[in-house]
Structure formats: C-alpha cells, structure tokens
C-alpha cells in the first residue's frame, strides 16, 4: 500500500526545516571564521554627531548641550499677532473633466497640480474641458472643491 499524502507533506516539511537549519549553522560558523581572521567580534558600533550622522569615533562629552525640558515645543507654534501668512485664495488651473448634463466636474491645479471637484452650484461662468479657470477652495464632505469657478 501507498504511504497518504499527508506524511509526505511532513516529510516534505522536516527536510526543508533540516536544510534551513544546517544553512544557517554553515553561515554562523562562516562569520566565527571571519571574525577569527578579521580580529573583530560582532558588530562595530556606530555613533550620532550633533548633526545627526552616523561615525565610527564617539561623541565628545565636551560638546554635549543641555535643553531644558520646558524649552521644547510640542506641536505647530502659534502664530504672534501681526505675523500674518500671505496665501493667495485665487487658484489658477485647467478642467480636466466635466459633464453638463450630470452637473460636475474636475479641475488640476496649475500650481500643485491637485484634482479638485467641481460642482454646477460652484459655477459663474460655463465651462467646458480643457477650457482654463480661476477658481477659490472651500472644504466640502470629501475634500477641497473648486467654487466661484471663472473663464480665464
């Protein structure tokens, strides 16, 4: 009689897991090997510089600075009074799509080249494909929309 398929699956397994076995013992006894030869034991140690890259020479102690806790900010700073950030609200871009008979549309960026949706109740003037437009953002349910869309 035939031995089921079953044990040699497991047969199957225990060879492969053997072979992974004596593999890995080969390449650990290569590396002791290695670092007979070499000198070295393990792995070399590797230092941050205060400008964050990485050198095989510690760090002198001498240069260590000392940040007091209540000195670091958590977060976006906010703004002072009378810094003010200039954005323009005026986008400028091309239609990229826009059906008439259902009412929407899309329209890229020319700046940041970003997909913007564009309903009919956002419209001033008539638009079609391709056709370029001047256009201001506002938060809709899914993301920015494009409203008070022009003809350039």
Do not use: W
């Not at 964050?52 to 000195?71: I, R, S």
């Amino acid at each position: 009689m035939a031995k089921s398929q079953q044990t040699f699956n497991k047969l199957e397994k225990e060879k492969k897991r053997l072979k992974k076995r004596e593999e890995k013992r080969k390449k650990m006894e290569a590396r002791k090997a290695e670092a007979a030869e070499n000198g070295t034991s393990g792995i070399p140690m590797a230092y941050v510089d205060f400008n964050g890259n990485l050198t095989d020479t510690p760090p002198n102690p001498e240069d260590k600075v000392k940040v007091k806790a209540k000195n670091i900010v958590l977060g976006v700073p906010k703004k002072e009074e009378g810094e003010e950030e200039e954005v323009d609200p005026i986008h400028k871009g091309k239609v990229s799509f826009y059906d008439s008979s259902k009412g929407f549309g899309f329209i890229i960026d020319a700046l940041d080249s970003e997909k913007y949706f564009c309903h009919v109740s956002g419209l001033i003037d008539e638009i079609a494909e391709n056709d370029k437009v001047q256009f201001e953002l506002e938060k809709g349910m899914k993301g920015l929309n494009a409203v008070r869309v022009k003809k350039i």
